[in-house]
T-cell receptor, first 119, second 116 residues
Framework: GAGVSQSPRYKVAKRGQDVALRCDPISGHVSLFWYQQALGQGPEFLTYFQNEAQLDKSGLPSDRFFAERPEGSVSTLKIQRTQQEDSAVYLC?????????????????FGEGSWLTVV | AQSVTQLDSQVPVFEEAPVELRCNYSSSVSVYLFWYVQYPNQGLQLLLKYLSGSTLVESINGFEAEFNKSQTSFHLRKPSVHISDTAEYFCAVTPGGRSNDYKLSFGAGTTVTVRA
């Protein structure tokens, strides 16, 4: 597609429910990132994929968070047993460059985000 | 590790007036610096970036930012804003040079509201 597409755009989950957030990166982009943006805060890094390999998951806040990109394109972020503190916007981003590289000028493109509210 | 402080959370400004958004960073290594803009109900878009060379960088829509190493700052300015500049602006940093770190560290954001 023309840009990074995320679905659902909005999700209300009951506490304890499992949720799955999908990201369709720009076609051909090898790098894919997930960021979490809490209300009133800037985005914070969750995890990074290079093709299908998850090279960095240091930002995942707990073992309830799990991300995958099995075929090196679409990615899913799964949150098990959601808690109220999981309420945030989850941003997906992709880049044509293999990190490191974004600092050298290769642009990272962000999706519009999935807004998760846990009640 | 790097961190970013955006000193103003909200900046109201009248149309055609100048605006400055302040950004300070902390890092023990050289850095690359970025400003992203988020329009209502849209994703983050790269506005401009500093990688090396001239400390003054410009965007296509009239914004500019100046890297000041001694002040560890990367303030964003526009001499005359439009209603369409209403958005949230994020300053971000990542290690530069030969670093293998690709993570962006963002500030908390500054909401700019332009009024007629």
């Amino acid at each position: 597609g023309a840009g990074v597409s995320q679905s659902p755009r909005y999700k209300v989950a009951k506490r304890g429910q499992d949720v799955a957030l999908r990201c369709d990166p720009i076609s051909g982009h090898v790098s894919l990132f997930w960021y979490q943006q809490a209300l009133g805060q800037g985005p914070e890094f969750l995890t990074y994929f290079q093709n299908e390999a998850q090279l960095d998951k240091s930002g995942l806040p707990s073992d309830r968070f799990f991300a995958e990109r099995p075929e090196g394109s679409v990615s899913t972020l799964k949150i098990q047993r959601t808690q109220q503190e999981d309420s945030a916007v989850y941003l997906c981003a992709s880049s044509s460059s293999i990190a490191p590289g974004q600092g050298a000028g290769n642009t990272i493109y962000f999706g519009e985000g999935s807004w998760l509210t846990v009640v | 590790a790097q961190s970013v402080t955006q000193l103003d959370s909200q900046v109201p400004v009248f149309e055609e007036a100048p605006v400055e958004l302040r950004c300070n960073y902390s890092s023990s290594v050289s850095v690359y610096l970025f400003w992203y803009v988020q329009y209502p109900n849209q994703g983050l878009q790269l506005l401009l970036k500093y990688l090396s060379g001239s400390t003054l960088v410009e965007s296509i829509n009239g914004f500019e930012a100046e890297f000041n190493k001694s002040q560890t700052s990367f303030h964003l300015r526009k001499p005359s804003v439009h209603i369409s500049d209403t958005a949230e602006y994020f300053c971000a940093v990542t290690p530069g040079g030969r670093s293998n770190d690709y993570k962006l560290s963002f500030g908390a954001g500054t909401t700019v509201t332009v009024r007629a």
